[in-house]
């Protein structure tokens, strides 16, 4: 009783402050989608055929990219961040891994941009070595190199949640795990994962909200071309409501583009956070 009191003690300001601020603001939006027809603009609006449609698959395609990749480098970099062997080392790198978060996303795709220029670029010069050639004008490369850029911008604050909830895990239980195996691979799989498995459900959900949530980088980055290749969510939504002026449809992909991310963010805590119960 009393640890649930703490719990929600915690968790009420913030649903407060998301109540006032965001609600309304959702309430709007729908009532906005809904000025026209209702079912006309969302049955374009889901039309297979439909630029949103497009938009949306992308980015589900770019959460499946990005997310599971790097979660992957969270877990390895907070695996050497969490040794205590080089600790000025790993002190150093916690503030490297400070820097993208210090770099402006619309800065993040600009300086991309110009690494991956096939001319003045330094990425582009490295890949030639290898008989690479770097072509953003193609859509597949387009649309890998954002994925990129996008791991290398979440991959710090998954990795320093991971570190937390490594820190989290009880000396007992290591120590007590030591004595059965010396080998690390088991130690991550049946000791050291089952208690990240909270923090790897917060990680997921949170980079699933920014993958549904860029839009500076993509557009700094390639102005979401070509071809449409990198036009995500969010610039599709941005192209409806200041360029086309369709504010209705710009606010019914919104309310639809929330519901994916309830869905999604749902089956991940079904997958991932539901399992530690179990453990409990």
Not at 144 to 157: G, H, R, V
Request: hydrophobic letters at 55%.
């Amino acid at each position: 009783m009393k640890r649930n009191f703490y719990f929600l003690f915690f968790l009420l300001p913030p649903i407060i402050v998301l109540g006032v601020a965001g609600l309304p603001s959702l309430v709007y939006a729908i009532i906005i989608s809904f000025q026209e027809d209702p079912y006309d603009n969302y049955i374009s609006i889901l039309s297979p055929s439909s630029s949103f449609m497009h938009s949306a698959l992308i980015t589900i395609e770019l959460a499946a990219i990005v997310i599971p990749f790097s979660l992957i480098m969270g877990v390895i970099i907070s695996e050497v961040l969490s040794r205590k062997q080089f600790p000025h080392l790993n002190l150093f790198v916690k503030y490297i891994l400070i820097l993208p978060f210090a770099v402006t996303p619309t800065v993040t795709g600009l300086i991309f941009r110009m690494m991956l220029t096939s001319k003045i670029g330094v990425l582009s010069y490295v890949a030639n070595l290898f008989g690479i050639e770097i072509n953003l004008g193609i859509p597949l490369q387009a649309f890998l190199w954002s994925s990129f850029i996008e791991i290398w911008t979440i991959t710090p604050l998954l990795t320093l949640i991971l570190l937390a909830g490594l820190n989290n895990i009880p000396n007992e239980v290591i120590e007590a795990s030591v004595l059965e195996t010396n080998n690390w691979i088991d130690l991550l799989w049946y000791i050291e994962l089952p208690y990240l498995r909270p923090y790897i459900a917060l990680s997921s959900m949170l980079a699933l909200i920014n993958v549904f949530d860029i839009f500076d980088m993509p557009w700094s980055f390639t102005n979401g071309g070509p071809i449409d290749a990198t036009s995500f969510l969010s610039i599709e939504i941005d192209e409806k409501a200041f360029r086309a002026f369709d504010i209705p449809t710009a606010m019914g992909s919104t309310v639809i583009s929330l519901i994916i991310v309830l869905v999604i963010s749902t089956m991940i805590y079904q997958v991932v956070y539901k399992q530690v119960e179990t453990l409990d």
